[in-house]
């Protein structure tokens, strides 16, 4: 079973999804004000998760299932 994670990205707001609810949101940054790249990655540590420990399984997998992006 594969989550759901989205980004709404708009003229004044960044808002981040899992599953349908709203995570994290953050007022567009001046310099996100122009076409860019998608870039998606298998992150390890970070302030979310934290940094590796013994708990963490390596070499990790990062399966996607399918990306869209709207434009409205």
């Known amino acids: ?6 980004l ?6 960044l808002e981040w999804y899992f ?3 709203k995570v994290a949101s953050v007022s567009t940054p001046s310099d996100m ?3 860019m790249y998608i ?3 298998l992150a390890i540590g970070g302030n ?6 013994n708990h963490t399984r390596f070499p990790a997998r ?9 434009s409205v």
């Not at 079973?1 to 989205?6: C, D, K, P, R, T």
Request: net charge positive.
């Open 1 to 6: 079973m594969f989550n759901v994670s989205g």
């Open 48 to 53: 979310w998760a934290g940094p590796p420990d």
């Open 39 to 41: 870039l998606i990655n």
């Open 8 to 13: 709404k990205w708009t003229k004044t707001s």
């Open 62 to 70: 990062f399966e996607i299932d399918y990306l869209r992006v709207y």
């Open 33 to 35: 004000h122009q076409p």
């Open 19 to 21: 599953n349908g609810k």
